[in-house]
């Protein structure tokens, strides 16, 4: 099984690659994580932002691979322990297919990507920016694979 993250937004700051890159070379050995950036839609003054989140939303269908098991990130999906992620994360391993989540841009996700979602996953009631999720998400992917290998690492 492997992973995919595809993201709205493009060039995350230094920090946040870099700690992307070190819970996905951790996370390499349970599940391969790729990230894909998607070119976020033209936005400001006279632009149409239902267009720009439509044309995200088309690029981000464009990135899944097929057949995957698709978790869109969103607000109002459920949220989990990091127990309960573990629990997940092996439900989707004997499932047999490869996983995609989805960050979407600053208004959310396109409802085509909603609808082409299998499930919603919250972080919280927090408000995160957006490239801090990706390394929020790398980590407790790393997290709850490592439960499941009876790892060090969580320590709970």
Do not use: C
Not at 7 to 28: D, I, N, T
Not at 85 to 98: K, N, P, T, V
Not at 130 to 152: G, K, T, W
Request: no cysteine; net charge positive.
């Amino acid at each position: 099984m492997k992973g995919r993250l595809v993201a709205v937004g493009e060039r995350a700051p230094g920090w946040v690659a870099q700690g992307f890159a070190e819970y996905q070379k951790r996370l390499s050995h349970w599940l391969p994580l790729e990230l894909v950036e998607i070119e976020p839609g033209i936005r400001g003054k006279g632009r149409d932002t239902a267009r720009a989140i439509s044309d995200e939303g088309a690029r981000v269908l464009a990135a899944l691979p097929k057949q995957a098991q698709v978790v869109a990130l969103d607000g109002r999906g459920r949220m989990h322990s990091s127990e309960q992620l573990a629990q997940r994360l092996e439900h989707w391993r004997g499932q047999g297919r490869d996983l995609a989540f989805l960050i979407g841009g600053p208004e959310g996700h396109a409802p085509d990507v909603l609808a082409r979602a299998d499930e919603t996953w919250s972080l919280g009631p927090l408000t995160l920016p957006h490239m801090l999720v990706r390394l929020v998400l790398a980590e407790q992917l790393y997290r709850a694979a490592a439960l499941l290998a009876n790892h060090p690492y969580h320590r709970a």
